[in-house]
């Protein structure tokens, strides 16, 4: 006999999804909204929900500040991150399918103590390092610092779905003359479509939105849009027009990605998660 719900309890799960979608969508309309209000008009209490939409905001941030220059640094170094982190990662967890012992099998476990981290416990020595070296003021120092923070999930998350690639099919192909390495981009990769999908959007994510490494390792030169949204939020005062409309742009290239590839999103946590 099959478990039926009451009214009830249909009632109560039905409004928790009410109230997560409302935590969740009026912070997003608030910002958007406020993005074509006049300043004036967003201090009216309670807010108009209808209004005459302006587009003084967006037009002061494309013609008068540097925010095409903020978008093109971090679109630079978002992709650099995600490409970088994406193939070491995945290299790292096909040899651990190689490393035929117990250790090899776990070791993709370990790895995600370094997700444990706070990232604000390793910023100092990073500086000083990039300092020392050089790259700060450069797209190198945001895009090491962005891998080093990625590539371990990303190799838990590979390894996982490596794991349960057969071993005869490599040794099969070792048996047809392919090298280790042939092998990896004619086999592995391949099988890999749904997985470098899921980590593609969760690193390029996570890269875009990075606020804390990028305000110290940048300069004017090299500022992605974190840094530029948050320039608008001065000691005294914020500009909330401004900061809106650069809070809108910044989120529609993410929400675009993730609307393309979420089908391989949920596919390849779930597997990844079972597997792993």
């Not at 799960?13 to 979608?21: E, G, M, N, S, T």
């Not at 071993?167 to 391949?190: D, H, N, Q, Y």
């Not at 989120?251 to 792993?276: D, E, H, N, R, W």
């Amino acid at each position: 006999m099959k478990f039926k719900k009451k009214w009830y309890q249909k009632l109560l799960i039905a409004a928790l999804f009410a109230v997560a979608l409302i935590w969740t969508l009026v912070p997003v309309y608030i910002v958007v909204s406020n993005s074509f209000r006049r300043t004036l008009d967003m201090k009216i209490m309670p807010p108009q929900l209808i209004f005459q939409p302006v587009f003084s905001h967006y037009v002061k941030i494309l013609t008068l500040d540097n925010f095409t220059k903020y978008f093109i640094n971090s679109t630079v170094i978002a992709c650099s991150v995600t490409v970088l982190t994406i193939l070491l990662g995945t290299l790292a967890a096909y040899g651990m399918k190689l490393f035929r012992s117990t250790l090899g099998q776990h070791l993709s476990n370990v790895l995600l103590l370094g997700k444990m981290v706070p990232a604000i416990t390793i910023l100092i020595p990073l500086f000083m390092m990039m300092n020392r070296m050089r790259l700060t003021g450069t797209y190198i120092a945001p895009v090491l610092a962005h891998s080093c923070m990625s590539l371990p999930f990303v190799t838990w998350l590979m390894a996982s779905f490596i794991r349960d690639i057969p071993t005869e099919l490599l040794e099969s192909a070792s048996v047809m003359g392919c090298s280790r390495m042939k092998a990896f981009w004619k086999i592995i990769m391949p099988l890999l479509k749904p997985a470098m999908a899921s980590a593609t959007i969760l690193v390029m994510q996570t890269s875009w939105n990075e606020l804390v490494f990028s305000l110290q390792l940048t300069n004017l030169r090299t500022y992605p849009l974190t840094v530029g949204v948050a320039r608008y939020v001065g000691a005294v005062s914020v500009d909330w027009g401004k900061c809106s409309a650069a809070a809108t742009i910044t989120m529609v290239p993410i929400i675009i990605v993730g609307f393309f590839m979420q089908k391989y999103l949920v596919s390849g946590m779930t597997a990844g998660a079972v597997k792993g």
